[in-house]
C-alpha cells in the first residue's frame, strides 16, 4: 500500500501569511492525488484533484503543484476561514490512502 | 439539492450490531460507486468500504474485512453499512461519500457518530 506523509503535522500562522503543506508518498503516483479541507466539526471538502485541479466555487488562492511522489498544497494569503485541517489523498492505486493530516492554527 | 445524509449511528456495546445508512439526492445515485469513510475521535481519515454503481462489486478495509458489509438500493437511493462484531476501535464519526470515477470523493455527507463502548 502507498505511504502519504504530510508536513507539517501542524502550522500557527496569521491572516494573510502565505503556507504551504506537503504530501510525500511511498512510490510514484504521477499526478493522482487530491487535497481536501476539514473545518472543526463539519466533513472534509474536495479541494483540488490531479495535483492541480481546483474544484468548482474554490477561491483562488488555494493552489496545487507537484506530480511523481512530491506535492503541494498552498494558499496565497490566509483568511481566517482557512484555519482547518487539510487532507491529501492518493487515487492511484487501491487501497487510495490519506495522508494523517496538517492542521493550521491561528498564531 | 446535490447531497448525501447519514443516520443510523449510536452507542453500542463491544461485540454489538449497528445499521448505517445514507440517503442521496439530487444527482444519478446509480451512476456512482460510493463509499463509507470513518474518523475516530481527534484522528485522521480512513476509508472502510467501496461498492460499485451496481452493487455487484465491494471492497473492504483490513481493520473491517469480514465484520462490516456494505450494500445499496439504486431505486431508493440509499447505501448502508452493516457492522458487525464492533469493537472500542470503530469509534468514530461514519462518513458517506461519493467516488468521482477517478476514485476520489467528490461529495461528502455531514457524517453519523458511532460509539462502541461498555
Known amino acids: 500500500a502507498i505511504q502519504l506523509t504530510q508536513s507539517p503535522s501542524s502550522l500557527s500562522t496569521s491572516v494573510g501569511d502565505r503556507v504551504s503543506i506537503t504530501c510525500q508518498t511511498s512510490q510514484g503516483i504521477n499526478r493522482a492525488l487530491a487535497w481536501y479541507q476539514q473545518r472543526p466539526g463539519k466533513p472534509p471538502r474536495l479541494l483540488i484533484s490531479?495535483?492541480?485541479n481546483l474544484e468548482g466555487g474554490v477561491p483562488s488562492r488555494f493552489s496545487g503543484s507537484g506530480s511523481g511522489t512530491d506535492f503541494t498544497l498552498t494558499i496565497s494569503s490566509l483568511q481566517p476561514e482557512d484555519f482547518a485541517t487539510y487532507y491529501c489523498?492518493?487515487?492511484?492505486?487501491?487501497?487510495?490512502?490519506f495522508g494523517q493530516g496538517t492542521k493550521l492554527e491561528i498564531k | 439539492q446535490v447531497q448525501l445524509v447519514e443516520s443510523g449511528g449510536g452507542l453500542v456495546k463491544p461485540g454489538g450490531s449497528l445499521r448505517l445508512s445514507c440517503a442521496a439526492s439530487g444527482f444519478s445515485f446509480s451512476d456512482y460507486y460510493m463509499s463509507w469513510i470513518r474518523q475516530a475521535p481527534g484522528k485522521g481519515l480512513e476509508w472502510v468500504s467501496y461498492?460499485?454503481?451496481?452493487?455487484?462489486?465491494?471492497y473492504y478495509a483490513d481493520s473491517v474485512k469480514g465484520r462490516f458489509t456494505i450494500s445499496r438500493d439504486n431505486a431508493k437511493n440509499s447505501l448502508n453499512l452493516q457492522m458487525n462484531s464492533l469493537r472500542a476501535e470503530d469509534t468514530a464519526v461514519y462518513y458517506c461519500?461519493?467516488?468521482?470515477?477517478?476514485?476520489?470523493?467528490?461529495?461528502w455527507g455531514r457524517g453519523t457518530p458511532v460509539t462502541v463502548s461498555s
Open positions: 461519500a461519493r467516488v468521482s470515477q477517478y476514485w476520489y470523493f467528490d461529495l
Open positions: 490531479f495535483a492541480s
Open positions: 461498492i460499485s454503481s451496481s452493487g455487484g462489486n465491494t
Open positions: 489523498q492518493q487515487f492511484n492505486s487501491y487501497p487510495y490512502s
